[in-house]
């Protein structure tokens, strides 16, 4: 019920935040012909008004939605924030093509604008803009051929997204007439206070909160070669303060930081341990770059800085018969954190885990996956993606054949809800095989481990 009241809050101030300028533009400017403009060109002019108002508020929507919003992520979950953030960048740039083809069209002398040198500053400013936001839409694209560093391209993308926001205000600023019109002024400044507003949350307050947010490690339980577990308890500021435990729902994510600097790195991982722990959090982490190989050279009372719970993966948020998780590798990591929650409360509801994992040595937690067998009405298959010969389990890709052998039959199945979480291809590959089953859509919910 709160969530549907959230999602419908934040639909509403999404519509408004895209719809407002738009709407209100044609009452202040009612198409008219100037001297010597034929109606034609003016209702060229009018539209191009339009569209690029549309995609400034559209820009306000894609630079808000990244912005951590606690009640966002928990709402649309992060892959459905990022996946909006992307459509709406998308939808920016072509937006602003579309501005630009009708601006021309409307007076073609306006080619002259393109000359930098000579062009007013309205011009240049929107020169700028457009620019910054094609650099920042073919650096996303490239991302992974160019092979930057995760963090060079995130810095990247924030100063090109903050450049064509900056731009895009001083490109109406410079129009004058937008901003003579009172009622057109006060909208674009809400708009400018709420944005603003925004990435002080993101960039101010957040770091501060978070510095107020310092957990100690208190062990590093090695789980294979290469994952461990990093158990983590609040730091105690103070006797009177107390502790500041982690409240969370089974399957939600934190970001991480081993400095309180506004510019430390700061990774996502999911919360594996049980929601009703206590004081401990526990992120289980497959340490395959700089910073989770840092994460490992943690030693116990060293401190980490803890900004979350984040998002929607979770068995919390919805009514079920069942619970059907497929992950891949360490993508069992909220899978651990529902069964594990799910055992405290004594659960009797019939789930069912995949578990898929490149060799015998990946598969994570296989004992006490047993164990929670003993305390819930469990069914677990593990599939190889190379299996040693004397595997006995399954193999090979995950199939209709698999799932159907696993899940009760079609009426039945169709009121489970599924989860899955791992590497983008494999959450694909998956995706294609439930959609092959008619599994329906909003039982569906997903968790990619990587957020490009
Ligand atoms: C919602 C979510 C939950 C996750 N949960 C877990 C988990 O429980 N356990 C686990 O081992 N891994 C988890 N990951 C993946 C983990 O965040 C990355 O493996 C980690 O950030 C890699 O950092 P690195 O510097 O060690 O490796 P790198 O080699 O630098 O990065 C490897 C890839 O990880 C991604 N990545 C790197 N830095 C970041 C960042 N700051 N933010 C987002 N993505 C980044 C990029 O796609 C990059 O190409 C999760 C990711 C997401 C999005």
Request: proline share 6%; net charge positive; hydrophobic share 50%.
């Amino acid at each position: 019920m709160r969530r549907q009241l959230e999602r419908t809050l934040w639909a509403t101030v999404f519509l408004a935040v895209l719809l407002a300028p738009v709407l209100l533009a044609p009452l202040l400017h009612g198409p008219r012909t100037r001297n010597g403009s034929s109606l034609t060109s003016e209702l060229l002019s009018e539209l191009s008004v339009g569209i690029g108002l549309l995609a400034t508020s559209m820009l306000v929507c894609a630079v808000a939605l990244p912005s951590r919003l606690r009640t966002l992520t928990r709402t649309l979950g992060i892959d459905g924030v990022l996946g909006i953030h992307r459509f709406v960048g998308l939808a920016v740039i072509l937006l602003v093509g579309l501005h630009i083809v009708l601006v021309v069209a409307a007076h073609p002398a306006n080619m002259a604008l393109f000359d930098v040198l000579h062009a007013p500053n309205r011009a240049r400013t929107a020169l700028g803009a457009t620019v910054a936001l094609g650099a920042l839409v073919a650096l996303t694209v490239l991302r992974r051929r160019l092979r930057h560093r995760y963090e060079v391209w995130r810095w990247v993308h924030v100063a090109l997204a903050g450049t064509a926001l900056v731009l895009s205000g001083l490109h109406i600023w410079l129009l004058h007439h937008l901003v003579r019109d009172a009622a057109m002024l006060a909208l674009l400044a809400v708009l400018a206070v709420g944005v603003l507003g925004v990435l002080a949350y993101r960039w101010l307050w957040l770091p501060v909160l978070g510095a107020r947010r310092e957990y100690v490690v208190r062990e590093i339980r090695p789980e294979t070669s290469t994952v461990s577990t990093l158990v983590l308890e609040p730091r105690r500021h103070g006797a009177r303060r107390g502790y500041r435990t982690l409240e969370f729902a089974p399957g939600q994510f934190a970001w991480l930081r081993l400095n309180p600097s506004v510019r430390a790195q700061e990774h996502p991982f999911t919360i594996a341990s049980s929601a009703h722990l206590g004081l401990w959090t526990e992120f289980t982490i497959r340490h395959s770059g700089d910073f989770t190989r840092e994460l490992r050279l943690l030693r116990p009372g060293s401190s980490v800085w803890v900004d979350g719970p984040h998002g929607a993966f979770t068995l919390d948020l919805r009514r079920t018969t069942g619970l059907v998780m497929i992950a891949g590798g360490v993508g069992i990591t909220p899978m651990m954190s529902m069964l594990r929650t799910l055992a405290h409360r004594r659960d009797r509801r019939p789930h069912r885990l995949l578990v898929i994992a490149r060799t015998v040595e990946d598969l994570l937690f296989r004992p006490e996956i047993r164990q929670l067998q003993q305390r819930l009405d469990l069914t677990v298959v593990e599939l190889l993606r190379q299996p040693p010969p004397s595997w006995s389990g399954a193999s090979g890709t995950v199939d209709e054949d698999l799932l159907t052998a696993l899940l009760p039959g079609k009426f039945r199945r169709n009121q489970l809800d599924y989860y899955l979480c791992g590497p983008p291809a494999l959450v694909t590959d998956v995706l294609t095989v439930l959609d092959g089953m008619d599994i329906p859509q909003p039982r569906i919910h997903t968790e990619q481990f990587d957020l490009v």
